[in-house]
């Protein structure tokens, strides 16, 4: 493996509210991240709603600063960096969002706004723009007439398509997508994924896949971080932890995806209640109020992350080193039964 | 339709450049008195006659409009100049800017207008160079306040986000990005303060603080007119006449302007036309079923003219059984639901189309025999829970509310069947949730909410709009698990509309798939989902991830928007089976088992 490009050590965000004079304790988004993405790497992010996923990729980008820990792109501290050095590295990631519908300016034509990063950086002199910008949309699957026109005039497809040219303008080196297809048709989907994955190949794009839908991270990813109200319950190459998910979340969030291979079905776990509230989480393992194998020890103890097997696996649960597999498996067929018969 | 306002634009100009003309007109000197010719009447050297100094009234009319006009556009440039730069300031940057942005034009706001300008024309002394910077300071903070509000809004959006993503310094976000998307709210706000300047300025002249006379201008010559309004009524005709012109072109002007700079078309009003053919004669449905709809058509009137986003759709539903409506964005799925229960929006109406829910016809009753059934027969659960309870109201008093509107109980016996209904949709701890408002709940929690609203009556039809879109897989799993719990519990029919296949494959027991607002294949769930008969079908199975396999195929192209449908078959282009036939639309054919499909190469797949 290369030297990573983008590391984030003991990275954590913390959201206080409250007014001018009265602070509150406030949100832990995100405690004591660490990740680092290799150039050519696409790393999936999943979690629920709440979990600290786009919070992470903002961190990453700098878009938001860091109450703990670092990030490091390329070597430099983003913290730390001048603003000029902040500048250039800004023209080296970008970002994509989940709501093309949002994610564009609705006055400016589609050709300005991929040139945007372009005249900001002045990557360019000014005759060469249109030159660049039609190159830009053909990169994406777009014809180059598609320049003169506003965003409203395209689908939700074309706009992701248009929202990643202007990413891509400033020839960055990674990507934060977050949640980049789950505001798309399901059969535009599958195009966008693809052209994910073309990107990589022929760019050599560092992607940082946020998603909740683990069949996107199944087919685009190399490897995947399961977060859970902001920590990280599980992580590893996409084969191990999706053949062999080693935190009963990981196996929870898997089985829980409505599934179109009949027998896949039958195991399910239906965890029971909602997410407990960031503001308040519970002691020791946050999972533990709705994890099945929760014993007592989970209360007082915060698991760290341990190694499944090899290769990179690891999972923060006290359990792990139990026969986990089996486990799971053994928990599944026990609470499919009792679904079936209730 | 972006149309640059032609119209109230010439007015505008027509009264500008007769302000500025006025100087070269052959007009009389409009301070000239002539004693002899008090009130005349309007003749020909004096086109509107003379007032009571015996002036030439059109002179002054005119050389009044250089003075009303410079002073309000005047002022309202400035106020929209300042009060934008601080309010975007404010918004975008917050923190400090923010708290000057907002205090001052709290202290501004504060004092009524017209006092403001009394005291400040008071310190500096009447006439038209003080009244400029007067009116200015006066409506400032309207500007301050709408660009503040708007940059807060706007500074939140992705697009914002991603600029700042590409680097840009937060000059040019403001100018670039934040000032074009409030130009509209600005632009109301700017012909606002035009008009309220000028009749400001008209009323501090009036009472002799604006512009000093004998100069000429619209609120003296209407000060004047009052004094003298028995004899010569006419006299305070012409300038009222001249600031009514003058105000309604410019607000005329700034609207047109408004939508001129917005790119996206506006919606036109919709028409709503009672032309509802009669669909033909449809077999009476048979007793267990509870929905049977007919060759439903929904039309939308738009600029360019009507489009059908649904067209000739048919399907039975019956007790106790689930009929998914699959289809992307743009398929007419949610549509139709809501035509079933007469919550069409404004713009949309029903076409052609008949359907019998329990035997009573619900798309050409009268509106409140629908309404009648509407939370009683049959009811709907929407998209997001978190916006379609009603935040102000207690979830158990929704629910009784629900229970009032269409049984004759009293108010303590619907509160506790809604704490029954919380037992059985799940809701832990009923009786203290029953008293919680729709905030204090998770989006799962609302969802039970709004489904034990949905069924509080005990409905024969149950149409759920994507019901689980909005949820957290873990708590999807949850409610479909509900869902299929409440059906079996209580036979109530489950119309399920959804783009979701997996989640069609876990709940239905029929399909219908639409695609650019027909039906393209309808049957069975578990046969069509295993032996797909439409391409369409076929290719969007293909789409969805699978856990094992090679990554998913995607369909080529786009939905075609139901303005440009092919002539054809609608799905045709993107299809890798079309023939030269393809080019005449099909038609939807029974093949046998209960099933349809649109396809003429159905019996190939």
Known sequence: ?342 | MRRFPWVSASAVAFLVILALLAPYLALPDPTRMDLAGRFAAPHASHLLGQDEYGRDVLSRLVWGARVSLSVSLGAALLAAVVGVTLGVIGGYLRGGAEFVTLRLTDILLCFPPMLLALLIVTLFGPGARTLIPVLAIVYAPSFARVAYAGALTIRSLDYVTAIEALGAGRPRIMARTILPNIAGPVLVQFSLAVAASMVLEAGLSFLGLGVTPPAPSWGLMIGAARATMSQAPQLLLWPCAALTAAILSINALCDGLRDYVDPQPAARRPTRLADRTAPGLAAPPSRDTVLSLRGLSVAIDTPRGAIQPVRDVSFDIKAGETLALVGESGSGKSLTGLALMGLLPPAARVEAGRAWLDGIEVLDSAPDIVRGLRGDRVAMIFQDPMSSLNPVHRVGDQIAEVILAHRDVGAADARSRAVALLRQVGVPDPPRRAAAYPHEMSGGMCQRVMIGMAVANGPRLLIADEPTTALDVTVQAQVLTLMSDLKRETGVALLFITHNLPVVAEIADRVVVLYAGQVVEQGDAAETFAHPRHPYTKALLGSAPREEGPPPEGIPGSVPSPGELPSGCCFAPRCAMRLAACERPPPLVEIGGGRTSRCIRWSEM
């Open chain 1, 1 to 342: 493996m290369s030297a990573p490009l983008v590391t984030a050590e003991k990275l954590g965000r913390r959201f206080s509210s409250g007014g001018f004079l009265r602070r509150r304790p406030g949100v832990q988004a995100v405690v004591d991240l660490n990740l680092s993405i290799a150039p050519g790497d696409i790393v999936g992010l999943v979690g629920e709603s709440g979990s600290g996923k786009s919070t992470i990729g903002r961190l990453l980008l700098g878009l938001i600063p860091a109450s703990a820990g670092r990030v490091c792109f390329d070597g430099d501290d983003l913290a730390r960096a001048s603003s000029a050095q902040r500048r250039r590295l800004r023209k080296k990631m970008q970002l994509v969002f989940q709501d093309p519908y949002s994610s564009l300016d609705p006055r400016r034509t589609v050709g300005r706004q991929i040139a945007d990063g372009i005249v900001i950086h002045g990557l360019l002199p000014s005759r060469q723009i249109p030159a660049r910008v039609d190159a830009l949309l053909r990169q994406v699957g777009l014809d180059p007439s598609a320049a003169g026109r506003y965003p409203h005039e395209f689908s939700g497809g074309q706009r992701q398509r248009v929202a990643l040219a202007r990413a891509l303008a400033t020839e960055p080196v990674f990507l934060v997508a977050d949640e980049p297809v789950s505001a798309l048709d399901v059969s535009v989907q599958a195009q966008v994924l693809k052209l994910f994955a073309d990107l990589r190949q022929s760019l050599g794009l560092a992607i940082l896949f946020i998603s909740h839908d683990l069949g996107a991270v199944r087919h685009l990813c190399d490897r995947v971080v399961v977060l859970y109200l902001g920590r990280v319950m599980e992580e590893g190459p996409v084969e191990a932890v999706f053949s062999r998910p080693a935190h009963p979340y990981t196996a929870a969030l898997m089985s829980a995806a409505p599934s179109l291979d009949v027998a896949r079905r039958r195991h399910r776990i239906v965890l029971q209640g909602d997410p407990p509230s960031p503001l308040d989480p519970p002691s020791g393992c946050v999972f533990r109020t709705r994890c099945p194998f929760a014993i007592a020890a989970c209360a007082t103890e915060a698991p760290q992350l341990t190694p499944v097997g090899g290769s990179m696996h690891r999972a923060a649960c006290i359990r792990v080193g139990e026969d986990t597999t089996h486990r799971i498996d053994d928990e599944l067929h026990r609470l499919a039964f009792r679904n079936n018969q209730s």
